[in-house]
């Protein structure tokens, strides 16, 4: 197969991938690229497995921080516009109740509405980056460490001492005991 069909199939299994990430069918990405639902299946299995744990968290974070800034545009523009049931806009009235037409009303529910997914946007980004997680406490082991030094140290001057003992040239002839 020549390089250029490579790059290719590289590209093709690339959009195949997102499709099924968009929430495509494997059987509508089949149609589309002509190929059966299981080589759909095959391709994603195969992309998953090069896919390291932490890239495809980056992935994930990046996506929801997408969607996290369309929701905050939304929810910093004037909001929607509440609607009679028979599709007409409504108004503010003045105090002598007549209706002043440059003072349309909002509905604050999709405002909340907005907010709350972005909690829960923020709440997953946090999650796939494990931010969430308890900070470690710091705490001060030096007075354990100085007594492991000191035990380590002593077990190395009896090392030293047995080599010493052993290398001496008193010792001719050593008897091995069970």
Do not use: C, H
Not at 77 to 89: A, E, F, H, R
Not at 119 to 129: L, V
Request: charged fraction near 30%.
């Amino acid at each position: 197969m020549s390089r250029s069909k490579d790059v290719a199939k590289v590209d093709r299994n690339q959009q195949i991938v997102e499709m099924v990430s968009k929430g495509f069918s494997y059987q509508m990405v089949g149609d589309n690229y002509g190929i059966s639902k299981q080589r759909v299946f095959q391709i994603v299995q195969e992309y998953r497995e090069t896919v390291t744990d932490d890239s495809y968290r980056d992935y994930l974070i990046t996506q929801t921080e997408g969607v996290l800034e369309e929701l905050l545009r939304i929810f910093r523009g004037p909001g929607k516009q509440v609607v009679t049931p028979g599709g007409s806009l409504v108004y503010e009235k003045n105090e002598d109740g007549s209706i002043d037409y440059s003072r349309p009303v909002y509905d604050p529910y999709a405002k909340a509405d907005i907010a709350d997914r972005i909690f829960k946007g923020i709440e997953r980004i946090s999650k796939a980056g494990a931010y969430d997680r308890p900070k470690q406490r710091e705490t001060d082991q030096s007075a354990e460490v100085n007594e492991w030094m000191t035990y380590v140290e002593q077990l190395a001057a009896e090392n030293k001492a047995l080599r010493e003992q052993l290398t001496s040239p008193e010792i001719t002839q050593g008897e091995i005991v069970d």
